[in-house]
């Protein structure tokens, strides 16, 4: 348990210092989530080896 928690904790901080998702500025849901989606895809992207940074 305490292993998986630290891989989610390490995804999560990687999404806010390097993707910085606290910083998305949307004006609807929709919008918050297309912005979501696309930093999702490309960290699975760099995760995958697919792109470089």
């Known amino acids: ?3 998986k928690r630290k891989v989610i904790e390490t995804v999560f ?3 806010i ?3 910085r998702i606290t910083e ?3 004006n609807s ?3 918050f989530e297309s912005a ?3 930093i999702l895809l ?3 992207l760099v995760i995958l080896g697919l ?3």
């Open 1 to 3: 348990m305490k292993r």
């Open 13 to 15: 901080s990687v999404l």
């Open 17 to 19: 210092d390097q993707y």
């Open 24 to 26: 998305i500025r949307a």
């Open 29 to 31: 849901v929709s919008g």
């Open 36 to 38: 979501l989606d696309s």
């Open 42 to 44: 490309a960290y699975s």
């Open 51 to 53: 792109v470089e940074r």
